[in-house]
């Protein structure tokens, strides 16, 4: 049987067998409360907090700093809503301080939709345009600072364009206005393929959201950074977990495959980081990461006429490919490539299915139906030279059929 094609690795990442073979005797053998004080609980809370260690050790940051969550949403949910609750009165609407918070029309839906709830609470929102290669402009951040902005969130990767954003300028931008000022990353599509060091490029950052299932632990597992000394109110209500900030038991298994998968992503970036400073030609797997993307990108461009990069001329995620086909209707088009046995996306995954075109694109100035006409490919670890080869010669050739029944 032929393997099907997988491009949708910003949707969901397989699960590594590391991983898997790392949180396997937790379901079972070692199934403990790590809140229960005898020897089966005490041996989860042991490797609970050995996942804690790697987590930080990925984003050079300390354990204590790392609350573990269900994922990316929870992650950013907590981070938004932590901070800016302080500033609600108590029937949870805008209370008697202002707050201001500044994020971008081109975040995750985890964030949008976040801010938009605390808008409807009353508080004020300022929601930052991209510019055409969806990026955020540092000085009209600037000037969309006010004296009672308390907390910025903008994204490190877009999860549609893979264009990452100025978030180290930025944080420091912010904090020149005023260092009691917080900002929030969501780095869920960055992690594991850029390095997140807390203490050196992102020292101004205070609250990062990582997921799981985009660097290959299962979905439903995350985590929020939170600075040291960062005050942050809880979502949820019961137990003392994660130090009074994440209440309920931990989801044992799922933070040991998370923790393993944080050591594989460092020991990867850390391999990358030698290859690039040797001469050696031996790839890593985010250099091949970005060769593989780099050549399905000229492929296609070349095999499809009229077809455009979308964010071409932003610094983007080496995974990541966004392509504009005019005339296509990517959804149309999505089936006809399933049906021959290639995954891809248009829109984020959540969007799939619905209409509506994507809000990233139509900010960065596409039209609706140059959206609608947009194509998602995103490389795993794990996409081989066959499935490039395959998808090269599939997505032209299922174009080309398109086209040709139209124009007949
Ligand atoms: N943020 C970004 C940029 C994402 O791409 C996603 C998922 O696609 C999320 C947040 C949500 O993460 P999760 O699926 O873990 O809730």
């Not at 500044?102 to 964030?111: D, P, S, Y």
């Not at 402009?137 to 910025?152: G, W």
């Not at 392509?323 to 990517?330: F, K, N, S, V, W």
């Amino acid at each position: 049987m032929v393997s099907r094609i997988y491009l949708d690795g910003n949707a969901t990442t397989p699960v590594l067998p590391e991983v898997v073979d790392a949180m396997r005797p937790f379901w079972s053998e070692s199934f403990g409360n790590p809140s229960s004080a005898h020897h089966a609980g005490q041996r989860s809370r042991v490797a609970v907090e050995r996942a804690r260690s790697a987590c930080a050790a990925l984003l050079n940051a300390q354990p204590k700093e790392i609350v573990f969550t269900s994922g990316g949403t929870e992650s950013d949910n907590l981070a938004l809503t932590g901070v800016l609750q302080p500033y609600l009165d108590s029937r949870g609407t805008a209370g008697s301080q202002p707050a201001h918070l500044i994020t971008t029309q081109i975040e995750h839906h985890a964030v949008l939709y976040a801010a938009e709830a605390l808008e409807r609470r009353g508080l004020d929102v300022t929601y930052l345009a991209p510019t055409a290669d969806g990026t955020i402009d540092p000085a009209a951040f600037e000037a969309a600072l006010r004296p009672h902005t308390r907390l910025v969130s903008v994204m490190l990767a877009n999860n549609e364009t893979g264009a990452i954003q100025p978030v180290g300028k930025l944080a420091r931008i912010a904090k020149a206005h005023s260092p009691k000022l917080l900002f929030h990353t969501d780095a869920v599509q960055a992690a594991g393929k850029l390095r997140l060091d807390m203490a050196g490029e992102f020292k101004n950052v205070d609250l990062v959201a990582l997921s799981g299932h985009k660097m290959y632990a299962p979905q439903g597992t995350g985590l929020l950074f939170v600075r040291k000394g960062v005050q942050l109110a809880p979502l949820f209500h019961g137990g003392p977990h994660e130090r009074q900030r994440r209440a309920g038991t931990e989801n044992v298994p799922g933070i040991v495959a998370l923790g393993r998968a944080a050591e594989l992503a460092r020991a990867c970036l850390e391999s990358e980081d030698a290859a690039q400073s040797s001469t050696s030609p031996g790839l890593s797997s985010n250099l091949s990461l970005e060769a593989s993307r780099n050549q399905l990108e000229a492929g296609l461009l070349a095999a499809i006429p009229g077809a455009r990069i979308n964010a071409a001329n932003a610094p983007r995620m080496n995974n990541t490919t966004n392509l504009l086909i005019p005339g296509i209707d990517a959804e149309s088009l999505l089936i006809a490539l399933d049906l021959q046995g290639l995954s891809a996306s248009f829109g984020s995954a959540c969007q799939s299915g619905a209409t509506e075109p994507s809000h990233v694109l139509t900010a960065m100035g596409l039209t609706p139906a140059e959206a609608r006409s947009s194509l998602r490919l995103s490389l795993t670890r794990l996409t081989t030279e066959d499935d490039l080869t395959r998808a090269l010669a599939l997505i032209p050739a299922t174009i080309g059929r398109i086209r040709a029944s139209r124009a007949t």
